[in-house]
């Protein structure tokens, strides 16, 4: 089921009233919500590519067993960083979901650019470490 799905079985509920009632303020609670699951879909992908380049490394470990313990082991290091990046947009999401939704219901809503900051000092980051990687590792 959609979210227009559910608002059209609310009585009297016009999606395009901007008035401050009730009825916008479901818009911008569902608009709230989606933005927060999509956050966390965000930290979740982070957090799975580091898990997939830690175990990496003990794959080519396993492969071949005459690999410098160095390849792998900065496999390890920045599958580490990665999940503690994913977890940090997690817990970055939780509190703009939070102070966004009071924010909406007190009517008086400041958009802030801290988590997007965040976010792409978190990516930048996660580049630079994954073409250091490849770059030592070929």
């Known amino acids: 089921m959609t979210a227009s799905t559910i608002v059209k079985y609310i009585p009297g509920y016009d999606p395009f009233t901007k008035d401050g009632s009730d009825q916008s303020k ?13 956050w ?7 957090m799975a590519l580091g898990f997939v380049v830690a175990k990496f490394g003990i794959i080519i470990k396993e492969l071949d067993r005459t690999a410098p313990t160095s390849s792998y082991g900065r496999s390890s290091s ?28 007190e009517g008086n ?7 997007e900051v965040a976010a792409g000092i978190i990516i930048l980051l996660v580049a630079v470490l994954l073409i250091a990687y490849m770059l030592l590792t070929l």
């Open 109 to 115: 809503f400041v958009p802030s650019t801290g988590l």
């Open 40 to 46: 966390l879909r965000t930290g979740i992908a982070v």
């Open 26 to 38: 479901i818009t911008d609670h569902m608009a709230n919500e989606r933005t927060y699951l999509a």
């Open 78 to 105: 920045i599958g580490i960083v990665l999940v503690i990046a994913g977890g940090f947009l997690e817990i970055m999401a939780l509190r703009s979901f939070v102070r966004n939704k009071k924010s909406i219901e």
